[in-house]
Structures are given as C-alpha cells and as structure tokens.
C-alpha cells in the first residue's frame, strides 16, 4: 500500500559509469567461465535477477528447474557482468557438483530446509576447508605474492551452511582485514564496486558480499561486523541485513578483527531469506564459548515464525534525535520523515528525545583513557585464528609470516596502511587492565541502555542508517549513525531498504534491538515494514556488451 520511492531519482547506469576496467587476473577462470556460461546458455533461460530462497523453493517444487540449471545461471551471470563489480575473490570450481548432489537428495528425500540448493556467498574472511582466506589482504594468498592461509576445516558459519544444502558460489571482496567501513578495496584483487552505480561506494567492510548479492550473483550471502560491517553495505545496496547479538552466531574460523565485538550474519534481498538463514547460522558450539550466552535466547518455533504483517501494531519505538551522530542533511531528514509516517500507519508510536536528559551523555562519554579504540585486540585475536588453521596453512602466526616474507603484516594493505604487531596491547587482553577498564565502560553503558528501554518502555529505536547521502568514491565516510554504539554493547539490529533519494543512491533504515537477543522481535517489526512498502528496486545492470576485465578472483 505504500509502493512509493523516497524521490523520484533512479540508478545510474553501470556501463556509463565505469572507470577503466583493467587486465583479466586469471586466464584459467575465463576459461572456466566460459565453459559454464555456454553449459547454462544450454540448460534454458533462468531469470535469476532479485531471486530469493523462498521463490527457488517453490520452483524446485513445482519441478521449474534444478539446482544444477540454477547453478549454471549464477555462473552465466557470473561470466557476463562479475569483473565490471570485482566482487568475487574466489569462485567455488565444485559448485555444480554440489548442486547435482543436492538435486540428486532432492529427488530422493526431498529438501534439507529452505537452503536447500540455494547459490549463496560467503565473505573472503571466513573459512572454506582447503581454500586460502585471503582477509583482503595480498600478503596471505601465495598468487599475490605472499603466503597461503589455508584453513584445515570450515568455520561453523560455512559448515552450517553447507549442512542446510546451500551451494557455496564463491568468497567476496573485502578491505585489508575489514578495516574500513565504506570501501570495500582490497589489496588482494583492488577496488569493489556498488551494484547501483560505480561511482557510490559500495559500503565495507562486506560490500563484496553486498554487490554479489544486489547484483544477482548469488541469492544471499555472510557478512561480518565489528563496527557497521553488515548494515552499513546492506544499507549502501539496498539489502535486509541483521547485524546479530554478540554470541548468537559462532565466530570461530572467521579472521578477527576484534573478537569481543566481531559478530557474523545474512545480508539478503527479503526479511524472510534473512530470518531462515539466521535461524540456521544461530546456536552453540565449543568452537565458539560465546554462543551458549545466546542458546537459550534462541526461539524453539525459529525466527521464521515471527514474520508478521502486523508486527509494528501497538510498538513503541524511539526516533532520532542526533545524540549518536550528525544532523541529518535535509534529503535524509526528508526521507526519514516520510519513513516514519508509514511506520505511524503500520501501528507504531514514535517517541522522540528517548536519550536528551537520560544520562546517556555521561556514562558514554566516560570513555576509560586506555581505550586504543580500533582493532586494539587485532594481534592477539589473529594469533589465536592462525594457531587454529593448522598444518594446511604456510605459516601459524604473525611472526612466522613476517619472518617467512621479510614484511611488516599490515603495512601495505590497500587502506589505511598500518603494523598488526602495534595494533593494541599486542600481547594476552586478559592480562592487561586497560581491556577491563574497557568491559566494565562497554557493561556500563549497556545497563545505562537497558535503564532508557525500560523508564521509557522501548521495544527499540528506529533510525535512518546514515546522516547523509551514500557517498561517491573520495567523498568521505558513509555517516553511519548506530556505529560504534551498538557494537560497543552488542545490540542486535536490522538494516531495511527504505527507498531511493533523488541522486539514486539507496536509502535505508534501521531497527535496534531493545536488548540482547531481541532478533524475533526485529524480525517482526522488519516484515511488517518490507510487505507494507517493498521498496527494494533491482539495481539496472551493466550493458551486455561489458567484457571481462579487473576480476582477479581464482579457482583452486
């Protein structure tokens, strides 16, 4: 009923926009390519474009296509348009033989779960069992020049993957050791771009995984967050992300940026797609001690079952009010305003000035002055990932890469250059004060949040994501407005797509959790809002006539 865009704007073209597509890194994967692509030519049309899980499960039931037929359309695309984006840093060779697999227990048991042969990505920091985790960065795949870092087994988010019959296409593009929030260049296979427009920045540290999945490469994929890495890409591509609660989702086989606050979640084209996967990626493991902390909070019914029309009718949610961020430019304001008018017809009632005179100021700004800030557990946590990749890796810690390669980890990464050595402390967090000083600040503004929530009987905070406009490259940050405040307390959120502003560059919002473990609650207020508006518009595509170009992405 509200089938509006926020302006009248639309995408820029692709093809218009594209600065200079460079060299083919690898002769072997055009070729593989190639060969895929007239192999899908030859199995029939598939319009793959904006498709979601639920739409291929239906399909596959009714008998439309199959996995394989599916799979060899992803690849087709792959083929066509994937080096004008340069999302992709690795295509999975075995992507056809799993989807014959899965058509092959499809025909005889029917499907595992809403996964079941459903082509998806996974973001170039988690690990698939025999394949390097490049991490971005040149220096940990031996065909940029350094070392390969080869886990021995999956992190449980891709194995739990694999285990609900998902087709893992490839792994994604990523900042040198996700540490950048809106680009999402690598000095492993360089610059990503936005699907909507080559010139917008694509949003990091997962826009590899955002272009892969807004640009139809892939049905769905993971992304990570230590500070905005999932909503902010999500956001910038008009995705539904969930940025889940700390320890909900295990971590473990995943590169770390700051473990205490890294979490791992989907980034898809519908609320339902992004409530079946978290059902499946949530849950304990001894891999990952923190996710008995959530166990409990885990729904029996799953977070599917929370998709509701109706799930903002009698909410009470608090607006912006600019204590966590900037003012909002006038085009934001605009669109947010109008945002908020749906969300008031879908039931909901607004509270505003939710943080003035609430003691927020005070307790968050108490700060402890050992804080480092970014990364300040980066070498320790990286450590403790190499211990765990065993035998099949070239090298087990930062100092065997660094005396294997005769080079300061970190040093040459593509942004903001620095020394993994002298990223915090450097040594065990446990036994430095300033890492207790910083947990009882992060408990003390949590409780302080929890006290706001409750004097003003919050179900959560409905904000737009950013200050401002989605940038162009060179333009600055993405003014993303619940960074680092959610991080810092682990609150989960949902980011929503909310339109387009007159530049055409996509406009979301998000929902924040009242408290840990709130995701089912998340998940209702994100349907009702999605079904009542859908205003998620497929990116327009690259010209037919793109060739191959900057892909640097390898099969092994």
């Known amino acids: 009923m509200f089938r509006t865009n926020v302006a009248a704007g639309t995408s820029t073209s692709m093809a218009t926009h594209h600065r200079g597509v460079g060299m083919l890194g690898s002769?072997?994967?055009?070729?593989?390519?190639?060969?895929?692509?007239?192999?899908?030519?030859?199995?029939?049309?598939?319009?793959?474009?904006?498709?979601?899980?639920?739409?291929?499960?239906?399909?596959?039931?009714?008998?439309?296509?199959?996995?394989?037929?599916?799979?060899?359309?992803?690849?087709?695309?792959?083929?066509?348009?994937?080096?004008?984006?340069?999302?992709?840093?690795?295509?999975?060779?075995?992507?056809?033989?799993?989807?014959?697999?899965?058509?092959?227990?499809?025909?005889?048991?029917?499907?595992?779960g809403p996964l079941h042969g459903v082509p998806v990505v996974i973001k170039d920091n988690q690990n698939l069992a025999g394949v390097p985790t490049s991490n971005g960065y040149w220096g940990f795949r031996r065909?940029?020049?350094?070392?390969?870092?080869?886990?021995?087994?999956?992190?449980?988010?891709?194995?739990?993957?694999?285990?609900?019959?998902?087709?893992?296409?490839?792994?994604?593009?990523?900042?040198?050791?996700?540490?950048?929030?809106?680009?999402?260049d690598s000095s492993a296979i360089n610059r990503t771009y936005n699907s909507y427009g080559l010139d917008l920045v694509p949003g990091g540290s997962s826009g590899g995984t955002a272009t892969a999945v807004s640009g139809s490469f892939a049905v769905l994929g993971l992304g990570t967050e230590t500070g905005g890495s999932i909503q902010n890409p999500s956001a910038a591509q008009s995705l539904v992300g969930i940025k889940p609660s700390v320890g909900l989702v295990p971590i473990d086989g995943i590169a770390p940026l700051v473990a205490q606050r890294d979490v791992a979640g989907p980034m898809t084209k519908s609320v339902e797609d992004a409530a079946a996967t978290l059902e499946i990626l949530a849950g304990a493991t001894l891999q990952d001690v923190r996710t008995y902390n959530g166990a409990d909070a885990i729904p029996e019914e799953g977070y599917v079952s929370f998709l509701d029309e109706e799930g903002l009718q009698g909410k009470r949610l608090g607006v912006y009010d600019?204590?966590?961020?900037?003012?909002?430019?006038?085009?934001?304001?605009?669109?947010?305003?109008?945002?908020?008018?749906?969300?008031?017809?879908?039931?909901?009632?607004?509270?505003?000035?939710?943080?003035?005179?609430?003691?927020?100021?005070?307790?968050?700004?108490?700060?402890?002055?050992?804080?480092?800030?970014?990364?300040?557990?980066?070498?320790?946590?990286?450590?403790l990932y190499f211990q765990d990749l065993g035998d099949t890796s070239d090298f087990n810690s930062v100092e065997e890469w660094e005396e294997k390669t005769n080079r300061t980890m970190g040093d040459d990464s593509a942004?903001?250059?620095?020394?993994?050595?002298?990223?915090?402390?450097?040594?065990?967090?446990?036994?430095?004060?300033?890492?207790?000083?910083?947990?009882?600040?992060?408990?003390?503004?949590?409780?302080?949040?929890?006290?706001?929530?409750?004097?003003?009987?919050?179900?959560?905070?409905?904000?737009?994501?950013?200050?401002?406009?989605?940038?162009?490259?060179?333009?600055?940050?993405?003014?993303?407005?619940t960074v680092p405040q959610i991080n810092h307390m682990g609150l989960p959120q949902i980011t929503l797509p909310a339109g387009y502003l007159d530049g055409g560059e996509p406009f979301a919002i998000n929902i924040i959790g009242n408290d840990l473990y709130t995701e089912p609650d998340l998940i209702s207020m994100g349907y009702a809002f999605e079904q009542a508006t859908m205003l998620r518009e497929a990116p327009e595509g690259p010209s037919e006539q793109v060739s191959f170009g900057s892909c640097q992405c390898t099969t092994f």
């Open 415 to 481: 942004v903001s250059p620095f020394s993994v050595t002298e990223s915090g402390s450097g040594g065990d967090p446990l036994t430095d004060p300033a890492y207790w000083e910083y947990a009882g600040w992060r408990s003390r503004i949590y409780l302080q949040y929890r006290k706001i929530m409750e004097e003003q009987q919050l179900d959560g905070l409905i904000y737009p994501f950013s200050s401002i406009p989605l940038p162009k490259f060179d333009e600055g940050g993405v003014g993303a407005i």
């Open 322 to 383: 600019g204590v966590w961020g900037n003012p909002l430019s006038p085009e934001v304001e605009a669109a947010y305003d109008g945002m908020l008018d749906i969300v008031r017809e879908l039931g909901a009632e607004l509270v505003a000035n939710v943080f003035n005179n609430s003691g927020w100021n005070e307790v968050y700004d108490d700060t402890p002055e050992t804080y480092t800030g970014y990364a300040e557990t980066l070498y320790h946590d990286l450590n």
């Open 27 to 112: 002769a072997m994967l055009r070729a593989a390519l190639l060969l895929l692509g007239l192999l899908a030519l030859a199995s029939g049309y598939i319009d793959v474009v904006e498709l979601t899980a639920s739409e291929i499960q239906e399909a596959y039931g009714q008998g439309e296509y199959t996995a394989e037929e599916l799979t060899m359309a992803f690849l087709e695309r792959i083929e066509k348009y994937g080096s004008v984006y340069n999302a992709f840093v690795y295509l999975n060779p075995d992507a056809i033989e799993t989807a014959r697999a899965m058509d092959k227990e499809y025909a005889e048991s029917g499907p595992r």
């Open 143 to 184: 065909s940029t020049g350094g070392l390969d870092m080869i886990p021995s087994r999956d992190a449980s988010v891709v194995a739990r993957l694999k285990e609900a019959g998902a087709i893992i296409m490839g792994k994604t593009n990523l900042p040198d050791f996700a540490r950048s929030g809106t680009v999402s």
